[in-house]
């Protein structure tokens, strides 16, 4: 059984297309008993999302709800395969956290050389500290090289609930998610469970990430989610901090 004890991907009102407050995630993560949570709205470039001033003022949120820590940050839009995603260094830099993505609205799929450049040329960013559901079968990728990349630049690689469910977008994302796995179990690279919840009743629901890595035999010193410091550490670690 993982002890988990957060949940690093969730979205609010603010991202356009969710259904849920801050606090109705936060109360919601206390239920479930995790110690921290983060809220990853999607940046600007994501149809009906924030603008950058939203992300700009997110000082004004106390990071503590029902006991449950906040960290406030972002799911940018990689946008090119130079991976330019769509909020400035200046504001990332306010961040508690940053999740890189690969979305439709936002960038047409292309070989699997691009793609994958998109992804690595995206964390090299140190102010990206995760790369989201990079297991997207309508983005083919080199996961050999995507996970090379993340050791290198110390990012962390998603495990994400939302992509293994069958009624999300992303069909049929298993196979990738047990070919990078695998290979980061080889290359020794850690990973994050996130649940992409667009309502609160979603909130930490991890049971089919879960199940997949207990299926794989992935260890547990390789699950960010098993400690907030961790994460902290990581993330500290990729900006420099």
């Given at each position: 059984m993982i002890r988990d004890v957060m949940d690093t991907h969730t979205h609010t009102l603010a991202s356009g297309h969710a259904y849920s407050t801050i606090r109705e995630n936060a109360a919601a993560?206390?239920?479930k008993g995790l110690q921290l949570l983060a809220i990853t709205e999607h940046a600007p470039r994501m149809v009906g999302s924030s603008q950058a001033i939203y992300f700009q003022n997110l000082k004004v949120?106390?990071?503590?709800?029902?006991?449950?820590?906040?960290m406030m940050g972002v799911e940018l839009n990689i946008l090119d395969d130079k991976g330019t995603v769509d909020l400035t260094e200046g504001t990332l830099r306010q961040m508690d956290l940053a999740i890189a993505s690969l979305h439709i609205p936002c960038i047409t799929p292309g070989s699997r050389e691009y793609n994958t450049q998109a992804c690595l040329n995206a964390i090299k960013n140190p102010f990206v500290h995760i790369l989201g559901h990079p297991?997207?079968?309508?983005y083919p990728l080199d996961y050999r090289a995507i996970v090379q990349g993340a050791k290198k630049y110390g990012?962390?690689?998603?495990?994400?609930?939302?992509?293994?469910?069958?009624?999300g977008s992303r069909k049929n994302a298993r196979p990738q998610d047990e070919e990078m796995l695998r290979l980061c179990m080889e290359y020794e690279v850690p990973v994050v469970i996130g649940s992409d919840a667009h309502v609160d009743t979603d909130v930490g629901r991890h049971d089919l990430a879960h199940a997949l890595l207990e299926e794989l035999g992935f260890p547990e010193k390789l699950?960010?989610?098993?400690?907030?410091e961790?994460?902290?550490?990581?993330v500290r670690k990729k900006s420099g901090q």
């Open positions: 993560a206390a239920k949120i106390d990071r503590h709800a029902f006991d449950v820590e906040l297991d997207d079968p309508r990012a962390i690689l998603e495990l994400n609930e939302s992509s293994l469910r069958p009624e699950i960010i989610n098993t400690s907030a961790k994460l902290k550490y990581a």
